[in-house]
């Protein structure tokens, strides 16, 4: 499979579940595993999505903490999976 096509399928490996209300919770449940996924490598990172919304402001974190350059600039690039819903705040993640 080439290289360009690897970045855009989902990885259950390296993935995060987005389930029920984005809040503190999610935020403070999600945070370590994107830290501990970048820190691996920087392979994309795959989001399964099944929410009703939440904070945009929470969910602008998870965006924000994904996304994140490291020290030498290199970002992961991100696949996202509906799995459900996707509503509101979800939806803008």
């Known amino acids: ?36 996924l970048r820190r691996i490598n920087f392979d994309p990172i795959t989001v399964f999505i099944d929410s009703v919304g939440g904070s945009i402001r929470h969910a602008n974190v998870l965006y924000g903490l994904l996304k994140m350059p490291d020290q030498d600039g290199r970002t992961c690039k991100i696949v996202t999976v509906v799995t459900g819903n ?7 993640l």
Request: net charge negative; hydrophobic share 35%.
């Open 1 to 36: 499979m080439s290289q360009a096509l690897k970045e855009f399928r989902e990885n259950s490996a390296r993935s995060i579940y987005v389930t029920g209300e984005i809040d503190q919770e999610t935020v403070n449940r999600l945070t370590p595993q994107i830290h501990e």
């Open 86 to 92: 996707a509503f509101s705040a979800a939806a803008d």
